[in-house]
């Protein structure tokens, strides 16, 4: 629906300028990465596979394999998902559908954490994990990543309970049920949306998390995809076909669901979530 | 499967400041149905709730039988219970929804088999079985909801609302054909309903509920012929009874402008008349003014002032009535209701 | 009510609360232990550390110096320079990304769905990208002539992140904060009824007064939630730049207050890290972070979103 008085040719003009950067910037990427040399966006050599020749290197100029980051990445990622969901479920769940004392207190504190930007404690996290003992580990990363991602995870879950039928519950009580039982086997199987929509959210920004592995991990054998690319940008001389071609292959799944899901991911970050 | 007596002793049930039930003492007898009838807020679902175990009481006791249930669990309680939305899990058949009591129960899958499609074919929904709630019509679902109550021969049944979702004709048959279903299991039955009509049909007793009380609790005769107070009075029956507050001397009421004859009573003072509108006729010494006819059909629902007074007659279709035109009413002492200025049932 | 009763509903009421509590503790009980680990203790943690000599050296036996770090920041010659920064990035990338924002949502708003979806959802991509990939595309993007695309196309051969490095930081960050802007004035153009539009329309207003004097008195409240909101992350977020120009080139040229803070504590580049200094520039970050977003809350009509629970048996 035409909301304004405008010219198509000018809206036209000014959509395509706006998405111009975009667009120029993804195809970049995958030329880079599939051709010896382009200029500007003009393949200007042949196609060269050997820029994906890191794929089955052992090593590429002392880094670890590509695979062993590949491995980290996912588990690092899969782990914060599922950890996140678990957790996040269970706290808005009995936030909002049971009684306790210091509940409104309890989910007050959620949404100031909500808001508070998380990056600014990153030197006592630091502290603490060294503390800990698990500074330099995947399983510390991982706790750190998944905490950060608990207050946005429990808001959104909330949201989903919080509309959750109170005769079906009281129907499973009545039935026989513990409240335990009904949060596994009534109240989750109906909140699938939200824990779809948790589980992207989850994946797509442990995916993408740098700052956390960068700071907290320094063996390379615990590199993520994100510390692995970034330890080819800093080199003096970079080789932009080889490091296009890692970063294709670590956005690829990313690009995958992008393709698949574009509808899905804009009614996800357009239901006022947390960005 | 065989019902056991419900008896609530002194329960009541506040939400902070809020009171939604006052000492209520109230008892089902085994095998009975008994429907709570009231408005909404009235204080009946509260009341169902607290049967169930879903709430805890403020104060008072619940017993089931001997059994003080309380203090338990409402999966302790031994309750089958049917809601307004069904509540049928979305993700299960009607199957799964069925047997869902009973797997809880660790029973034998055969068992389960054999009462799930018992119990199914008992309500006649045995071909839909293995649909979803989502794929099945509303009255299908609000068998299969009852099925799942019923499954596991449950000693006391609590139906909140369970006809109000339905379309006009399902909701007669349905009516019949829990009632039916009740006589025959035994099972001891609470009804919630905010539908008099449902309630005075179902119910071996209604309890009337307003203001988190019980206001009478009788045969739905009775309380349709001897109403104990101006509330019930007025809640029940169709069209609602005419309740004219006036005062009470020996052997008359006068209300504003306009006296007749009632039964003589040793009350005197402040207080209320109530007569029905089937039970007011032409004919009589009270003149009163014809403000508009409604037709109902086989009847007419005529609106008449009384001196500063509206009533309500009912009237047969072929009785002239024109607007405007004064006619004479003829109130039947023997067929009127007197209360006291508190509204209470007085004779 | 009589005395006895209050005294019995009294009873009930405690009695209530206790029973069965162990439920909704073992419900809370992982979420309460990595929020406390992971948020509360760094609160007074970067608070503790803020107070104390603590640097690679002193790591295992920090001393309590008091004031002494804060009393150090404000005599850093270079202070002056990092708020300077700090104000010029969050205030440009700020303006970036409600301006082109609005501009999105108000052009796919206007289009047919079919036209207007793609767009929006091909300005989530920056978002959605890992930001490693994301710093990747930028920098191939304004090398020197013949691989850069923006020196090939404006005709003069630099590297741009050197050459401008204002300019990119601000368009690489506007880039993945604008679609925030976007989606969330979008939802609120598509709240306003359509009769507006079309008395506006009858009324004569053209396109530019339609925005003027309909949306944008409309979109209120979503702005300034916006602006709060990213004024906050902004303030606190230090990713693109470290990755883009790592607070150079040369002299904290584009080193913001959180960057520095990070360096001074987490980056070995100094040799001896000092923790606790960077401690204290956090702390000011964190004292910011909980007086905004306890304000946030107030924003919220928080009763609302504690209504009781039906059920009261754990």
């Not at chain 1, 936030?95 to 309890?106: A, K, N, V």
């Not at chain 1, 991602?149 to 309970?161: A, D, Q, R, S, V």
């Not at chain 1, 995916?207 to 991990?217: K, M, Q, V, Y």
């Not at chain 3, 406390?36 to 007074?44: E, Q």
């Amino acid at each position: 629906m035409p909301l304004l008085p405008v010219r198509w040719r000018w809206l036209v003009a000014s959509g395509f300028l706006l998405c111009a950067p975009i667009v120029a910037g993804m195809a970049w990427l995958v030329l880079t990465a599939l051709f010896d040399r382009v200029h500007g966006l003009v393949p200007a050599g042949p196609l060269a596979p050997e820029n994906w020749a890191f794929v089955g290197s052992p090593s590429v100029g002392g880094r670890p394999p590509a695979v062993v980051a590949l491995l980290n990445s996912v588990l690092f990622s899969f782990a914060v998902a599922a950890v996140a969901i678990v957790v996040a479920s269970m706290a808005a769940y009995a936030i909002s559908c049971l009684h306790f004392p210091g509940r409104s207190l309890y989910l007050a504190v959620v949404l100031v954490l909500h808001a508070f930007p998380a990056v600014s404690l990153l030197i006592a996290i630091f502290y603490i994990l060294r503390v800990l003992g698990l500074f330099d580990t995947l399983v510390g990363v991982i706790l750190v990543k998944t905490a950060l991602e608990l207050p946005l995870g429990i808001w959104l879950m909330k949201g989903f309970f919080d509309f959750l039928s109170w005769e079906m519950e009281m129907a499973a009580l009545v039935d026989g049920m513990s409240r335990w039982g009904v949060f596994w086997k009534v109240a989750l199987p109906m909140v699938r949306p939200g824990l779809l929509a948790l589980g992207t959210f989850a994946l797509l920004s442990a995916w993408g998390e740098f700052i956390l592995p960068f700071t907290l991990i320094v063996s390379s054998r615990s590199w993520t995809l994100a510390t692995y690319l970034q330890s080819f940008l800093t080199e003096a001389f970079t080789d932009f076909g080889m490091v296009a071609a890692v970063g294709l292959f670590y956005a690829l799944p990313v690009l995958v669901l992008f393709g698949l899901g574009q509808r899905y991911l804009l009614n996800l970050y357009g239901g006022g979530v947390k960005g | 499967m065989r019902g056991i007596e419900v008896r609530l002793e002194g329960l009541s049930k506040h939400f902070g400041r809020v009171v939604a039930l006052r000492s209520l003492d109230l008892e089902v007898r085994a095998g009975e149905m008994v429907a709570f009838l009231g408005p909404s807020g009235c204080g009946k679902t509260t009341t169902l709730l607290l049967v169930a175990g879903i709430y805890r009481p403020t104060t008072g006791a619940i017993y089931f039988g001997d059994r003080r249930v309380d203090g338990l669990h409402p999966r302790d309680r031994d309750v089958g219970m049917v809601f307004q939305s069904y509540a049928l899990y979305p993700h299960l058949t009607l199957f799964e929804n069925i047997a869902f009591p009973l797997r809880l129960k660790r029973r034998p899958e055969a068992e389960v088999r054999a009462k799930v499609s018992q119990t199914a074919e008992l309500l006649g929904i045995g071909h839909v079985l293995d649909r979803r709630p989502g794929q099945v019509s509303g009255g299908q679902q609000q068998r299969a909801a009852l099925a799942r109550a019923l499954v596991k021969e449950p000693q006391v049944l609590l139906l909140d609302e369970p006809l109000s979702n339905l379309d006009a004709q399902v909701r007669l048959q349905a009516r019949a054909e829990i009632r039916r279903l009740q006589r025959d299991l035994g099972v001891t039955t609470i009804l919630v309903t905010h539908d008099q009509a449902e309630a005075l049909a179902m119910a071996d007793r209604v309890a009337v509920f307003s203001t988190g009380e019980v206001q009478q609790y009788a045969t739905p005769l009775e309380l349709y012929q001897r109403p104990q107070n101006t509330f019930v009075a007025g809640f029940v029956g169709h069209p609602p009874m005419n309740v004219v507050r006036g005062r009470l001397e020996d052997g008359t009421f006068e209300a504003d402008g306009w006296r007749c004859r009632v039964p003589r009573l040793s009350y005197r003072g402040e207080g209320y008349l109530g007569v029905r509108p089937e039970d007011l006729r032409v004919g009589g010494e009270v003149e009163a003014r014809v403000l508009v006819a409604e037709t109902l059909g086989r009847e007419q629902l005529v609106t008449v002032r009384v001196g500063a007074t509206e009533l309500k007659l009912l009237a047969a279709q072929a009785d002239g009535f024109a607007a405007d035109s004064v006619v004479k009413l003829d109130i039947p002492p023997d067929r009127v209701h007197l209360f006291d200025a508190a509204g209470r049932r007085i004779g | 009510m009589e005395e006895a009763t209050r005294a019995a509903v009294a009873a009930r009421a405690r009695e209530r609360a206790w029973r069965g509590l162990w439920v909704p503790l073992l419900f809370l009980l992982p979420a309460t232990l990595l929020v406390s680990l992971f948020y509360l203790l760094p609160v007074a943690t970067t608070l503790y550390l803020s107070f104390t000599d603590i640097s690679t050296v002193t790591f295992r036996n920090p001393q309590w110096v008091g004031w002494e770090n804060y009393r150090d920041l404000v005599r850093d010659p270079f202070l002056g320079r990092i708020l300077g920064n700090t104000a010029r990035y969050v205030s440009l990338t700020l303006a970036f990304n409600i301006g082109v924002g609005l501009l999105l949502a108000l052009l796919t708003s206007h289009v047919p769905e079919r036209a207007g979806n793609p767009v929006r959802a091909l300005w989530l991509l920056p978002r959605i990208l890992p930001p490693v990939v994301y710093v990747l595309i930028w920098q191939g993007l304004t090398r020197e002539s013949p691989f850069g695309l923006v020196s090939n196309v404006v005709g003069v051969s630099r590297n741009w992140i050197t050459a401008e490095p204002w300019t990119v930081i601000v368009l690489a960050n506007g880039m993945v904060g604008a679609s925030f802007g976007m989606l969330l004035f979008t939802s609120a153009i598509r709240s306003i009824p359509a009769d507006l539009f079309y008395a506006a329309a009858v009324d004569g207003a053209t396109a530019w007064q339609t925005v003027r004097r309909v949306i944008l008195p409309l979109l209120r409240w979503p702005l300034l939630f916006a602006t709060a909101y990213q004024t906050l992350s902004l303030l606190t977020s230090f990713e693109y730049i470290l990755l883009l120009t790592d607070g150079g080139p040369g002299f904290y040229t584009t080193t913001v207050w959180s960057l520095h803070a990070y360096k001074l504590a987490l980056s070995n580049y100094f040799g001896n890290v000092q923790f606790g200094m960077g401690a204290a520039m956090a702390a000011v970050l964190v004292v910011v972070g909980v007086v905004v977003s306890v304000l946030y809350l107030r924003l919220f009509n928080f009763k609302a979103l504690v209504g009781e629970p039906k059920i009261e048996v754990n």
